[in-house]
């Protein structure tokens, strides 16, 4: 008979079918078994907002220095599953467990939180990189759970050129390649449209006023006026 | 891991179970127990001395308090906080055992060379052995995961001077979000016991062998109490860590206000249009007067510094960040 110890509790179970699904006689927690490895799976729980994810990512562009607008391409949430390893040396090993995040910086631990068992009938992405991939320079873990983490995989575009940061759901900690350095001068549209308009209403006062009088006027006027519109402006942002 | 011994309660026979099993089948009568207990771990809280409200006040103080004072105070908002609770491992007890080091020796020898200058060289000795016993006192505080998004604590401190009661983890869990420890009590003790062995590896040691373990061990998880705080501005995200024993801020990233020329640039263009659409001149004079009073504002007269001012980029003064 296959034993195997419950990842939960420790107690030694009796694999009692050839399902890969068993559960704990003693604390009756739900576990997989891979290739003998029995495995807990633990997720965070996390109300997806995507708006948050991307105002931490702006947040953090803005405290770096960023003058240049980041613009966002794509946003997506996800549980993404990570192996979590407890070895026998006390130390532990955590690694992305599907392919989904290629490309994307990953989280170097897993984030603090409160850690649950999925409640029935809730399924979660199942990772694509097999445990025995992942235990393969591993002697035999103590303990290996499958983690289940909320992430945001945002690409976005700064300085003209695309990049992707992942931003965590529990702490809402931003991870981010280095940056493009930014280049050049970066000029809103909507500023560009603003000056234009102001440089053709000045042209306008300025070949219609009938004298140097009148024209000196109209251009202060203009000046007045625009500049009070800029402040306004800013006050609402 | 390590094996302990128990009595069955049916039959009073000894059966043996590993470290963090929670059951075991006696080989003698064949029942099964339940083992409960955390192996010996204690799990104590710190309770949090301050709510909500103090927590969101001692962000708008540092904030008030950095350059742009009270108008960067006002302009962040507050969106929610979460007040979490952060395990640290505490290992207390007296690291013993025994060191033996082999350290290379340097002796220096005055010489004199063909013309009879006096120089002195460097000779290599006879090795150093020594032995000696460790019998040290620890107590040794780490965090039980990655918080590094939390910033930095003390908690080994905190946890010896504050009153610490019994988890319950009920009542904490109903306060806030216990975070699970996800580094085991082994690696806390290694690191607990590579903290008493630092400083031995002095200079010139070519071998060392050592055996050093903890000998009346108490060992705690303590809970410390931390609010996540998010203030938002603009669209944008800005999470806050603050100590709820102390009040203090542990981690933030706030950037400075935005400062950005808006009178110049449209007063140098009006300038410029006024002269030309006056006579070629006046164009030409008030053009060149504008150039004179840009390089004057900005220092330079590179196109990429006049083209930043004329388009009204703005500058950030510096932020206010913690941890």
Redesign the interface.
Request: one cysteine or more; a positive charge; charged letters at 20%.
């Given at each position: 008979m296959n034993t195997t110890r419950?990842p939960q509790?420790?107690?030694?179970a009796e694999l009692l079918t050839e399902s890969d699904f068993h559960t704990c006689s003693?604390?009756r927690t739900l576990f997989r078994v891979f290739g003998g490895q029995s495995v807990s799976e633990q997720y965070f729980r996390h109300e997806p907002n995507d708006?948050?994810a991307?105002?931490?990512l702006?947040?953090?562009l803005?405290?770096a220095?960023a003058?240049v607008p980041a613009a966002p391409t794509a946003i997506s949430f996800g549980y993404h599953p990570f192996w979590?390893a407890?070895l026998?040396?006390?130390?532990?090993r955590f690694k992305a467990a599907g392919s989904a995040l290629d490309g994307y910086p990953l989280p170097?631990?897993?984030?603090?939180?409160?850690?649950e068992f999925p409640p029935p009938g809730r399924s979660f992405p199942q990772p694509t990189i097999a445990p025995e991939t992942f235990l393969a320079r591993i002697e035999a873990p103590?303990r290996l759970r499958l983690l289940q983490l909320p992430l945001y995989l945002i690409t976005f575009e700064l300085s003209g050129q695309p990049c992707q940061a992942t931003v965590?759901g529990c702490?809402?900690?931003v991870y981010l390649p280095n940056l493009p350095d930014e280049t050049?001068?970066?000029?809103s549209s909507s500023?560009?449209l603003f000056?234009g308009g102001?440089?053709a209403l000045?042209?306008l006062a300025?070949?219609l006023?009938p004298n140097?009088f009148w024209?000196?006027v109209l251009?202060?006027l203009?000046?007045l006026a625009?500049?009070w519109f800029?402040?306004s402006g800013?006050r609402k942002? | 891991?390590a094996t302990i011994v128990f009595k069955c309660p049916h039959c009073g026979g000894p059966f043996e179970c590993?470290e963090?099993?929670?059951?075991a089948?006696c080989r003698f009568c064949g029942v099964?127990s339940?083992i409960s207990g955390d192996s010996g771990v204690h799990r104590l809280l710190i309770r949090e001395r301050i709510d909500l409200n103090a927590a969101r006040t001692a962000v708008r103080k540092l904030l008030a308090a950095g350059e742009s004072g009270r108008e960067s105070a006002t302009s962040f908002s507050f969106k929610e906080g979460t007040l979490?609770f952060?395990p640290f491992w505490r290992v207390r007890g007296m690291a013993t055992g025994w060191q033996w080091r082999e350290k290379e020796t340097f002796r220096e020898e005055v010489d004199y060379d063909e013309n009879g200058t006096r120089f002195t060289r460097t000779v290599k000795g006879e090795n150093e052995r020594s032995f000696s016993l460790i019998a040290k006192p620890l107590d040794f505080s780490t965090p039980a995961?990655?918080?590094?998004?939390?910033g930095q604590m003390r908690v080994g401190i905190a946890a010896a001077v504050l009153k610490c009661e019994a988890l319950d983890y009920q009542d904490t869990?109903a306060r806030g979000?216990?975070?699970?420890p996800?580094?085991?009590?082994?690696?806390?003790?290694?690191e607990a016991l590579a903290v008493t062995r630092g400083g031995g590896n002095s200079e010139g040691t070519i071998r060392r062998e050592e055996r050093v373990r903890i000998s009346s061990e108490w060992l705690a998880l303590t809970y410390y109490p931390v609010w996540?705080l998010?203030f938002?501005r603009?669209?944008?995200?800005?999470?806050v860590a603050i100590d709820a024993v102390n009040g203090d801020v542990i981690r933030c990233?706030?950037?400075g206000e935005e400062r950005?020329e808006?009178?110049l640039p449209?007063?140098f263009?009006?300038m410029v249009?006024?002269g030309?659409?006056?006579t070629p001149t006046a164009g030409v004079a008030l053009t060149a007067l504008a150039v004179y009073l840009l390089k004057w504002r900005t220092g330079t007269l590179d196109a990429?510094s006049i083209?930043?001012l004329?388009?009204?980029?703005?500058k950030?003064s510096a932020?206010v960040?913690r941890g």
């Amino acid at each position: 008979m296959n034993t195997t110890r419950c990842p939960q509790c420790g107690f030694k179970a009796e694999l009692l079918t050839e399902s890969d699904f068993h559960t704990c006689s003693q604390c009756r927690t739900l576990f997989r078994v891979f290739g003998g490895q029995s495995v807990s799976e633990q997720y965070f729980r996390h109300e997806p907002n995507d708006a948050l994810a991307w105002g931490a990512l702006i947040g953090l562009l803005d405290f770096a220095g960023a003058v240049v607008p980041a613009a966002p391409t794509a946003i997506s949430f996800g549980y993404h599953p990570f192996w979590f390893a407890d070895l026998d040396n006390g130390s532990t090993r955590f690694k992305a467990a599907g392919s989904a995040l290629d490309g994307y910086p990953l989280p170097p631990a897993p984030p603090p939180g409160n850690l649950e068992f999925p409640p029935p009938g809730r399924s979660f992405p199942q990772p694509t990189i097999a445990p025995e991939t992942f235990l393969a320079r591993i002697e035999a873990p103590v303990r290996l759970r499958l983690l289940q983490l909320p992430l945001y995989l945002i690409t976005f575009e700064l300085s003209g050129q695309p990049c992707q940061a992942t931003v965590s759901g529990c702490t809402w900690q931003v991870y981010l390649p280095n940056l493009p350095d930014e280049t050049g001068v970066h000029v809103s549209s909507s500023r560009l449209l603003f000056l234009g308009g102001y440089i053709a209403l000045l042209l306008l006062a300025g070949t219609l006023a009938p004298n140097i009088f009148w024209r000196s006027v109209l251009i202060a006027l203009i000046l007045l006026a625009a500049w009070w519109f800029e402040r306004s402006g800013d006050r609402k942002d | 891991m390590a094996t302990i011994v128990f009595k069955c309660p049916h039959c009073g026979g000894p059966f043996e179970c590993a470290e963090g099993d929670r059951g075991a089948v006696c080989r003698f009568c064949g029942v099964t127990s339940v083992i409960s207990g955390d192996s010996g771990v204690h799990r104590l809280l710190i309770r949090e001395r301050i709510d909500l409200n103090a927590a969101r006040t001692a962000v708008r103080k540092l904030l008030a308090a950095g350059e742009s004072g009270r108008e960067s105070a006002t302009s962040f908002s507050f969106k929610e906080g979460t007040l979490f609770f952060l395990p640290f491992w505490r290992v207390r007890g007296m690291a013993t055992g025994w060191q033996w080091r082999e350290k290379e020796t340097f002796r220096e020898e005055v010489d004199y060379d063909e013309n009879g200058t006096r120089f002195t060289r460097t000779v290599k000795g006879e090795n150093e052995r020594s032995f000696s016993l460790i019998a040290k006192p620890l107590d040794f505080s780490t965090p039980a995961g990655e918080y590094s998004s939390f910033g930095q604590m003390r908690v080994g401190i905190a946890a010896a001077v504050l009153k610490c009661e019994a988890l319950d983890y009920q009542d904490t869990a109903a306060r806030g979000t216990v975070a699970d420890p996800l580094k085991g009590v082994a690696q806390a003790r290694q690191e607990a016991l590579a903290v008493t062995r630092g400083g031995g590896n002095s200079e010139g040691t070519i071998r060392r062998e050592e055996r050093v373990r903890i000998s009346s061990e108490w060992l705690a998880l303590t809970y410390y109490p931390v609010w996540r705080l998010l203030f938002t501005r603009g669209g944008r995200v800005y999470p806050v860590a603050i100590d709820a024993v102390n009040g203090d801020v542990i981690r933030c990233q706030f950037p400075g206000e935005e400062r950005r020329e808006r009178f110049l640039p449209l007063a140098f263009i009006a300038m410029v249009l006024l002269g030309w659409t006056t006579t070629p001149t006046a164009g030409v004079a008030l053009t060149a007067l504008a150039v004179y009073l840009l390089k004057w504002r900005t220092g330079t007269l590179d196109a990429p510094s006049i083209i930043k001012l004329l388009a009204g980029t703005s500058k950030r003064s510096a932020g206010v960040q913690r941890g």
